[in-house]
């Protein structure tokens, strides 16, 4: 970035891909809302398509707001380049659609998000695309459930609403020992508490819905490529990743690899991806979510706050029967989170009540800073009783394969003042503990 020689994390989250306006000085990123963008000459539009030179042709490809916010995210992970997308899930769509087709496996972490897991499982069979899925912690798990047709590796930073830590160095270790790369959803994480690009992951995405705009406003995903794993090479020794590193059919025969040595994944993905599944982002929502990045430290900070507040306040209730956070060291990920998230492991995580289903939905109903509703990361506290909305469809034993009670609550710690939130939570276990009498 001009100007700086080496900028540290807030000035990269304020500064890197802006610059102030050349035609009138504007300070804050114009939002470019045009679906496409006049050619200076014949010669002009054939170099763009021809990707020959750097510019814009259509929205649903790149535009000028969007590729602020692709520089931003792309520095803060310490990535080559990144792509933004309409949501997580178009995040991950992507991922794996560029990677892969009919007749690919995947292995991933049991500790996803319900519709990450809903993709791999259901929807992306129906095309072809098998998923193993092994608990994050069994090491040897992963390293069994390599196939000779896997071509990925998918985890969590840390697992919702469980906060299982994912052990990135490792696991990374053994997706390239079977010659394929890492995918890891940051979401709940953001690159203020971890970067897995340096921890050895190859491609990292967001849903930057959730902390990276931190307002509850906006839906948005992204994808950074780390620019570390070698598909030319992977190809050669293997076969796989034709899909980069032989001629496409679909783009003028071109071998993304030996266009780009670093970026054939992005390439393929913006040139293919964008193009045909069309899942782009508005500029005005790439706007939103670079508002949201330039407080992102200022948040996270007292996010991890307020979250380790709360923890030791719920884990010392008699009407509580197990906080799910790394930060007490009963949890199964504790040591590793001192280790690879030494500023926090997130402000999303769950606790059971002692009680009824009937409880857990008097809990909910009494909160009043609390707002009940589907999302996390906000800037205001969340809740949600997974048995009577998410899972109320689910009996008991199908709750406690998932590791869910009757009594399990999830929380997303926002902003308020901590204080304010002990109270309120305090209410609501009263309520609770009489709606059990």
Request: proline fraction near 5%; charged fraction near 20%; include cysteine.
């Amino acid at each position: 970035m001009p100007g700086y020689a080496d900028p540290g994390f807030d000035t990269l989250a304020l500064h890197a891909g802006a610059a102030p306006d050349p035609s009138t000085g504007a300070r804050a990123v114009p939002i470019h809302l045009t679906t496409s963008f006049v050619f200076e000459s014949s010669e002009h539009a054939a170099s763009l398509f021809n990707l020959e030179r750097a510019g814009h042709v259509y929205s649903r490809i790149s535009n000028p707001t969007n590729a602020v916010l692709e520089q931003r995210i792309s520095a803060l992970e310490g990535g080559i380049g990144a792509i933004s997308v309409a949501s997580g899930q178009a995040a991950l769509h992507l991922s794996v659609a560029t990677l892969m087709g009919a007749g690919s496996h995947i292995v991933a972490s049991t500790a996803l998000y319900g519709g990450s897991q809903n993709l791999l499982h259901y929807t992306m069979r129906r095309f072809g695309i098998d998923t193993t899925f092994v608990q994050p912690s069994d090491i040897d798990g992963w390293r069994a459930a390599v196939r000779p047709n896997t071509k990925l590796f998918f985890g969590e930073t840390v697992g919702n609403p469980g906060l299982d830590v994912l052990d990135i160095p490792v696991v990374s270790q053994i997706a390239h020992e079977a010659g394929v790369p890492l995918l890891v959803d940051s979401t709940l994480t953001s690159p203020w508490l971890m970067k897995p690009l340096e921890l050895g992951a190859d491609l990292v995405y967001h849903s930057a819905t959730k902390f990276l705009s931190g307002h509850g406003t906006v839906i948005g995903g992204l994808v950074v490529d780390g620019g570390s794993f070698d598909w030319a090479k992977a190809y050669a020794d293997s076969g796989k990743f034709a899909e980069l590193a032989a001629p496409y059919d679909g783009f003028h025969n071109m071998n993304f690899s030996e266009e780009s040595t670093v970026g054939a994944f992005l390439l393929r993905a913006r040139r293919e991806g964008l193009r045909d599944f069309g899942a782009c982002m508005s500029p005005h929502s790439a706007w939103l979510i670079l508002q949201g990045i330039e407080t992102l430290s200022l948040r996270m900070e007292r996010h991890m706050q307020n979250t380790a507040r709360v923890v030791e306040f719920l884990a010392a209730q008699p009407m509580v029967a197990r906080v799910g956070h790394p930060l007490l060291e009963s949890h199964p990920s504790h040591a590793l989170a001192q280790k690879l998230l030494p500023k926090g492991a997130g402000s999303v995580f769950s606790f059971d009540l002692k009680g009824t289903r009937k409880q857990g939905q008097a809990f909910v109903e009494t909160l009043k800073v609390f707002s009940h509703l589907a999302n996390v990361g906000d800037c205001r506290s969340l809740v949600i009783h997974p048995a009577s909305t998410t899972h109320f469809r689910m009996d008991d034993e199908a709750l406690a394969k998932g590791g869910i009670t009757q009594g399990t609550i999830r929380l997303s710690i926002g902003l308020e003042d901590s204080a304010d939130l002990i109270d309120d939570l305090k209410r609501a276990l009263k309520t609770a503990e009489k709606a059990g009498a």
